[in-house]
T-cell receptor
Framework: KAGVTQTPRYLIKTRGQQVTLSCSPI?????VSWYQQTPGQGLQFLFE???????NKGNFPGRFSGRQFSNSRSEMNVSTLELGDSALYLC?????????????FGPGTRLTVL | DAKTTQPPSMDCAEGRAANLPCNHS???????VYWYRQIHSQGPQYIIH???NNETNEMASLIITEDRKSSTLILPHATLRDTAVYYC???????????FGQGTRLTINP
């Protein structure tokens, strides 16, 4: 079974631009979560989507948004990029309803804002 | 979510058992202990989880104290590939959000 895939793997943007990152979960997984990882703040939860609905949201500004499609693929968008948005963005999927819902992480998208 | 406390770094010799401690003194009765690890620049990888009984799988063993206020992850025969940051997380079963602390940076030395 293929793992979680994220595209692109690397991205360079400039301040003020916007960016869209994509995540394809493991087949059959309907929950997709997004995390931001920076050297200073570590791994922080952004939001979680299930059945095309955002169920949980972390403490990030409204510039960070996401959505989920009917095939469970998810995208996250960051508008008006700031230097501090440079980070590794990780996506994780899980099989909701299982005995325990282990989260499977993708390799991440490394975003650099110049 | 309950918070966890882990030592920032540890070293272990290759072939020896690596014992990683975690303190979770405020854990609630319905919260599980999960361990993930992150090898440099990769996504975190699930290792093991438990509620109150000791658990073992092909990767590791998890020992939870009787009062559930602390636990230890044991890698029985550490290899160089086990060098990673190890995260101890407590969360309610079914909750999707993982709250990561700073973890323990484990270095396996040849």
């Amino acid at each position: 079974k293929a793992g979680v895939t994220q595209t692109p793997r690397y991205l360079i943007k400039t301040r003020g631009q916007q960016v869209t990152l994509s995540c394809s979960p493991i087949s059959g997984h309907r929950s997709v979560s997004w995390y931001q990882q920076t050297p200073g703040q570590g791994l922080q939860f952004l939001f979680e989507y299930f059945s095309e609905t955002q169920r949980n949201k972390g403490n990030f500004p409204g510039r960070f948004s996401g959505r989920q499609f009917s095939n469970s693929r998810s995208e996250m968008n960051v508008s008006t990029l700031e230097l501090g948005d440079s980070a590794l963005y990780l996506c994780a999927s899980s099989l909701v309803g299982a005995v325990y819902n282990e989260q499977f992480f993708g390799p991440g998208t490394r975003l650099t804002v110049l | 979510d309950a918070k966890t406390t882990q030592p920032p770094s540890m070293d272990c010799a290759e072939g020896r058992a690596a014992n990683l401690p975690c303190n979770h003194s405020t854990i609630s009765g319905n919260e599980y202990v999960y361990w993930y690890r992150q090898i440099h620049s990769q996504g975190p990888q699930y290792i093991i989880h438990g509620l109150k009984n000791n658990e073992t799988n092909e990767m590791a063993s998890l020992i939870i104290t009787e009062d559930r206020k602390s636990s230890t992850l044991i890698l029985p025969h550490a290899t160089l590939r086990d060098t990673a940051v190890y995260y101890c997380i407590v969360r309610v079963e079914g909750a999707q959000k993982l709250v990561f602390g700073q973890g323990t940076r484990l270095t396996i030395n040849p």
